[in-house]
């Protein structure tokens, strides 16, 4: 079985907004990339205030639908996985949606767990509950405080569209898989960043307004700067992409 990776964008309803994760699919099922959902259109004030709802003032609350709905945030890992808190998101695939489709989270017993919410295993990601992930994020990406009032955790500071805004992302994933009596062990790591207010799209490639190339295309306002994979088993190894301008984050503001 092929395990190359494709990378996609889904919305999942956590919490109070409606927070991005990067999702893949294995083997040869693609989807096309879709832009992230600009739910809250409009300025933000990110200012650091009094005035700003934070996630200790426990009034910020996982949205309707979700099965922790209506529970405050907490500072810490929920039982999912997420901690809003630190900008995080450590555990299991499949717990990064179960969530929002009013599933409990996942934790290692398929027996047990379909017998309780026998759903679960019709929904698309069920397949990747044994795949380990990481999910790091900045303030621009997704806040850890609400400061317009609109009960949302803020996203792309001040910026209408995360285009300009600095924000990024990274993405780690890895899990196991047997071939021909093989146990192989992969491994993939992603950076993706919003790009610059004047940065140009070129037959895929982002590039600044002096014509130097930041990455590759996804989603239409972000670049993957950086994309590495391992896969023994397949011949896959290490930098598949690198920014000629480097991984660094903080330079495509």
Known sequence: MNYKLLISIFTASLVSVSIFVIGFFMGQTKVSPQPPQQVILGEKNQSASKD?????????????????????????YDEYGYNYQAHMFNGSYANVYLGGGDFPPYKGNDVEYLAENPGAENEWYWP????????RWNDSWI????????????????????????????????????????????????????????AILENGIWKTANGAEIGLDIWGQFA?????????C????????????????????
């Open 143 to 198: 806040a850890n405080q609400d400061c317009d009032d609109d009960g949302l955790l803020d996203r792309h500071f001040g910026n209408t569209s995360y285009v300009g805004s600095g924000a990024w992302e990274t993405n780690h994933q890895s899990g196991v898989y047997e071939v021909e009596g093989r146990t192989c062990k992969w491994n993939y790591f992603v950076k993706i960043v919003a790009v610059p207010a004047d």
């Open 52 to 76: 700003c709802i934070t996630i200790q003032d426990g009034k910020l609350t996982y949205s309707p639908g979700h099965y922790l709905d209506e529970t405050p945030i907490s500072t810490g």
């Open 224 to 232: 993957i700067i950086q994309q590495i994979y391992n896969d023994p």
């Open 128 to 135: 990747y509950r044994d795949v380990e992930l990481l999910m």
């Open 234 to 253: 397949e011949g896959s190894h290490g930098v598949e992409y690198l920014s000629p301008a480097g991984p660094g984050f903080g330079k495509w503001k």
